[in-house]
């Protein structure tokens, strides 16, 4: 049972083109009404569906807090209590979360919601095999989800889930202590990112948003029954993009990935659960589906008063920042990724495939540079570099024979491998806007942007990566026994990017 991250189920590959020859009246059981003001105000100014202003007025206090209205519809007692932490941005309200409201000892349960107060597909939609059509190939599970979301909100305070959708306007996405996603920053915003691999991932991300977005109207048609209780227009003429790209992206921010459960209930909505728990690449407690509802067993002892942690998954900060905003210092599944590919002109280049792929690797071959484990990384590349040096036929023949990924190198190859292995993280390095001791400075100042300190805090820890790869290929280097040695030629060099 884990909270997974959701990158590596959404790569948002191409939707197949749909015609809709039938859009001028595509649901004869619905009058069209006018697109509700609510939900018209602009990208900085909404989360959920996209309020004009965040909800929690004094209107609400019917409604009690979230815990109070689960509570009365079937919250057990729990051992937790929300409170308030002060936004970063004072034009938004206090971000809420969870606290222990006892001691708890290691291995206790927190808290258990049942069923009945979790979103999932199943609840959603009504049925499995709609929701597997839907999910296959068609539509995230994220966008079905950011879409039922919307058209209850909608529905305003008749809706069951008001509470719910009324504290996520509040979070806008953010966690505790976190800023919102780079999906939803600005283009200069995002130039704090230049340098890092993050920012393309970023823009790959928000592409791929915009690709389920234009596929929204097929669960209008393929889930007819669902949409029965709402009124309103198909989904792209109800919603504009950058409102399902809000909702989207708060969805992402606190979708829960349950596991040994059937796929229409794996990617779930918990109230309490996340952003309201606070994450850490340290801790093992997940969230889990055991008998009708959805617990939480916390990994270690906490003392009333104190935040309850959830683990996040093993996540790189790139990850966790497009997720969810934040970056952890102290995360061992920090990574970065080094792509090496044997040239494909190169005479040899089929004779050199059939020994990586011999040694349990690709001609274009993926190297994850992990946080405290860069020398074993730089390692682990050196045979790989050193096979793309080879260019004399008959050395070529004493590889193919041999037993392992060894390579007859003399001191001028091994040379020329280290350095462009160097000069490979010297250039990565370049790309970024700003050096380490800048870095530093910058996030001494308590005045700082929080985008900027939370994206300054990535390309840091990604600088030093870098700066730990290029160490331990400098000490490569200087144990060479001549210096003097001018590095070979090679034509057929493997390309790193």
């Known amino acids: 049972m884990e909270l997974t991250c959701l990158h590596n189920k959404f790569n948002f590959p191409s939707l197949p083109h749909l015609s809709r020859p039938f859009f001028k009246n595509p649901n004869p059981r619905v009058f069209p009404r006018k697109i509700n003001i609510l939900f018209l105000a602009s990208a900085s100014d909404t989360a959920v569906a996209s309020s004009i202003k965040e909800l929690g007025s004094k209107k609400d206090d019917e409604f009690g807090d979230l815990k109070s209205w689960m509570h009365r519809n079937g919250l057990p007692r729990c051992k937790v209590v929300l409170n308030e932490s002060t936004s970063h941005d004072e034009k938004h309200m206090p971000v809420h979360y969870v606290v222990a409201s006892d001691d708890l000892p290691a291995g206790d349960v927190a808290f258990s919601v049942p069923n009945s107060l979790v979103v999932t597909l199943e609840r959603v939609l009504g049925n499995e095999t709609v929701a597997e059509l839907l999910t296959t190939n068609k539509l995230s599970e994220l966008a079905c989800l950011a879409l039922y979301l919307m058209y209850e909100k909608k529905q305003g305070k008749k809706s069951f889930w008001y509470p719910y959708i009324r504290e996520l306007d509040r979070q806008r996405g953010r966690g505790q202590l976190a800023v919102e996603s780079p999906l939803l920053w600005s283009e200069e915003e995002l130039a704090y990112l230049t340098g890092s691999p993050t920012k393309a991932e970023v823009l790959e991300r928000a592409e791929g948003?915009?690709?389920?977005?234009?596929?929204?109207?097929?669960?209008?048609?393929?889930?007819?029954?669902?949409?029965?209780?709402?009124?309103?227009?198909?989904?792209?003429?109800?919603?504009?993009?950058?409102?399902?790209?809000?909702?989207?992206?708060?969805?992402?921010?606190?979708?829960?990935?349950?596991?040994?459960?059937?796929?229409?209930?794996?990617?779930?909505l918990v109230p309490l659960g996340p952003p309201l728990l606070a994450y850490r690449s340290n801790c093992k407690a997940m969230l889990s589906a055991v008998n009708g509802a959805v617990e939480l067993v916390v990994d270690r002892a906490c003392k009333a008063g104190e935040p309850i942690v959830v683990w996040c998954g093993p996540q790189p900060n790139s990850k966790l920042l497009i997720n969810y905003g934040f970056v952890d210092d102290d995360n061992s599944y920090d990574r970065l990724v080094v792509e090496a590919a044997l040239n494909t002109e190169d005479p040899q280049y089929q004779d050199k495939r059939l020994v990586v792929q011999r040694n349990g690797k690709l001609s274009v071959q993926v190297f994850h540079v992990y946080a405290g484990k860069e020398k074993e990384a730089v390692f682990d590349m050196l045979p790989y570099l050193r096979l793309g040096y080879v260019s004399d036929p008959s050395e070529m023949q004493s590889v193919l024979s041999s037993q392992g990924p060894v390579c007859p190198v003399s001191p001028c190859m091994e040379r020329a491998v280290r350095d462009q292995l160097a000069d490979y993280f010297n250039r990565r390095?370049?790309?970024?806007?700003?050096?380490?001791?800048?870095?530093?400075?910058?996030?001494?100042?308590?005045?700082?942007?929080?985008?900027?300190?939370?994206?300054?805090?990535?390309?840091?820890?990604?600088?030093?990566?870098?700066?730990?790869?290029?160490?331990?290929?400098?000490?490569?280097?200087?144990?060479?026994?001549?210096?003097?040695?001018?590095?070979?030629?090679?034509?057929?060099?493997?390309?790193l990017k």
């Open 429 to 495: 390095l370049a790309g970024y806007l700003t050096t380490l001791n800048e870095d530093e400075s910058l996030l001494s100042d308590p005045n700082l942007n929080p985008r900027r300190r939370v994206a300054t805090e990535l390309v840091r820890l990604e600088k030093k990566i870098l700066h730990a790869c290029l160490q331990a290929t400098t000490e490569l280097i200087d144990e060479l026994p001549d210096h003097t040695v001018s590095p070979c030629p090679a034509p057929y060099a493997p390309l």
């Open 209 to 268: 948003i915009k690709r389920e977005y234009d596929e929204l109207d097929t669960v209008w048609f393929m889930a007819g029954s669902l949409f029965q209780q709402y009124p309103y227009d198909i989904p792209t003429e109800a919603f504009p993009f950058e409102i399902f790209k809000q909702a989207f992206v708060a969805v992402q921010s606190c979708v829960v990935h349950l596991q040994k459960v059937p796929l229409a209930q794996r990617f779930a």
